[in-house]
């Protein structure tokens, strides 16, 4: 395994962990005769495995006590008392088309999703846009600069010597699946990656502005999770000692679609502005390598 797939595998466990953790606290809250003992214990078990393991394990323990007896104030604070069951999302948000992590089910059978994210620095990743969704809420369309980029790969790896010369011809899965034994093909997509993704926001930011307002409203509503999911969402970031907590629906406003406008922050990213106050950026990347995996933008919280 690669450093970067480690860092990868060992960033996945650990916010794992920190849900599950969080669930465990909330289902203890709230009386439910119902444990995650065993998704903490098989967890903590993994993520030991990785370098500094214990410590990491450690750390999140820490970080989803803290943001527990946060969000647990906060609840009742909102007088969200009536809590029958407690639900672990986990992956499940890819097909679940949702932000929440961890689910609250009401009496009443409402449901209160609740976004968790446990950064050093920063707001975290608010959603990954695959290209499919990019296409069809952008009108993005870099299909072309894409095949060009991968010609450029093929005549670049042509003029290496050896297996590397054998993979031109090679199919794109093949190449991609070979950049771990050959770091080379990294340095190559990277380089000829990065024309994509300079020329995706330009066209990103002219498609965005050309957006009506119900069109607008529906790409921001995708980034915020709002666009299909039926929750009412609660946010929670925890930096450090501090641990921000507030409804999603302070978004509402903003997501009416009326002043959005979309600027350019540096070449590989942008920013979507509200009343010229910015609510989002968003960075042109691909998802696992530059230039030799799948395009897809990052939305970031300012």
């Not at 962990?17 to 709230?30: H, R």
């Not at 986990?90 to 009443?108: A, F, M, P």
């Not at 629906?249 to 979507?272: C, D, P, Q, T, W």
């Amino acid at each position: 395994m690669s450093k970067k797939d480690w860092l990868k595998k060992s960033s996945r466990s650990k916010a794992d962990l920190f849900e599950v953790l969080i669930a465990d606290y909330l289902a203890k809250a709230f009386k439910i005769k119902k444990d995650f003992k065993k998704e903490i214990n098989n967890l903590t078990n993994l993520l030991k495995k990785f370098e500094n393991g214990q410590l990491r394990t450690e750390e999140e323990q820490i970080r989803a006590k803290q943001t527990a007896i946060e969000l647990i104030k906060f609840l009742k604070r909102e007088n969200v008392n009536n809590v029958k069951d407690v639900e672990w999302v986990g992956r499940q948000y890819q097909t679940q088309k949702t932000l929440s992590d961890v689910d609250l089910i009401l009496t009443n059978s409402d449901v209160i999703g609740v976004s968790l994210k446990s950064t050093r620095i920063g707001l975290g990743t608010q959603k990954n846009l695959g290209y499919r969704a990019l296409r069809e809420h952008l009108s993005l369309n870099i299909d072309k600069e894409i095949e060009k980029m991968w010609e450029k790969i093929r005549l670049n790896l042509g003029k290496k010597s050896g297996k590397l010369k054998l993979l031109a011809n090679a199919a794109r899965g093949i190449i991609k699946n070979k950049k771990r034994k050959y770091p080379v093909i990294k340095k190559i997509g990277k380089k000829y990656g990065h024309s994509v993704q300079v020329k995706s926001v330009k066209q990103s930011i002219k498609n965005f502005n050309n957006l009506g307002q119900e069109e607008k409203s529906a790409f921001v509503k995708l980034i915020f999770g709002l666009e299909e999911d039926k929750r009412r969402l609660l946010n929670t970031v925890t930096q450090k000692n501090k641990t921000s907590i507030y409804w999603n629906e302070v978004y509402n406003s903003i997501i009416s679609g009326k002043g959005l406008l979309a600027r350019k922050l540096k070449n590989v990213s942008y920013g979507i502005y509200s009343n010229n106050k910015l609510i989002l950026r968003l960075q042109a990347s691909f998802t696992n390598g530059i230039g030799i995996s799948a395009y897809c933008q990052r939305a970031f919280l300012p």
